[in-house]
């Protein structure tokens, strides 16, 4: 079980850090190179977008480091948690825009977060 949550949280945090990408890239250009399913980038302000991605780093950094380095390992789950919470904004945004076909990634990283802070919180 401690073997797939790791592997959870990596996961969580590998998406997490790619995802950062809007803080340095213009929205204009993300929405250009990703299509429909990045045109959500035009809907946020530059500065909302940076304190996503700052939020995004915080969250991978809470995700593996205090359980790596056994300094208050407690903030893993209760990251995993505000991940999850950070997941639900991305569905309700999505299903406010109509992109149904794009749901399901977000979907299923929410469940992942919640596997991570369920099985952190119980272990």
């Known amino acids: ?15 997490l850090l790619i995802s950062t990408s809007k803080m340095f890239v213009p929205r ?6 990703g299509g429909h399913a990045a045109a ?15 939020l ?8 593996i480091l205090p359980a790596a380095l056994d300094i208050a390992p407690v903030l893993v789950p209760v ?8 997941f639900a904004g991305a569905v309700a945004m999505r ?8 749901i399901v990634p977000d979907l299923i990283y929410l469940a992942v977060a919640v596997f991570v802070a369920w099985g952190r919180f119980a272990g």
């Open 56 to 63: 995004e780093i915080l969250a991978a950094a809470g995700l």
């Open 40 to 54: 959500w980038v035009l809907d946020f302000s530059p500065g909302a977008l940076r304190a996503i991605g700052t």
């Open 1 to 15: 079980m401690n073997l797939a949550l790791w592997i959870a949280a990596g996961l969580l945090t590998t998406v």
């Open 95 to 102: 299903l406010r825009r109509g992109e149904r076909a794009t």
């Open 28 to 33: 204009e250009k993300i929405a250009a190179m």
């Open 79 to 86: 990251t995993a948690v505000c991940v999850a919470a950070l």
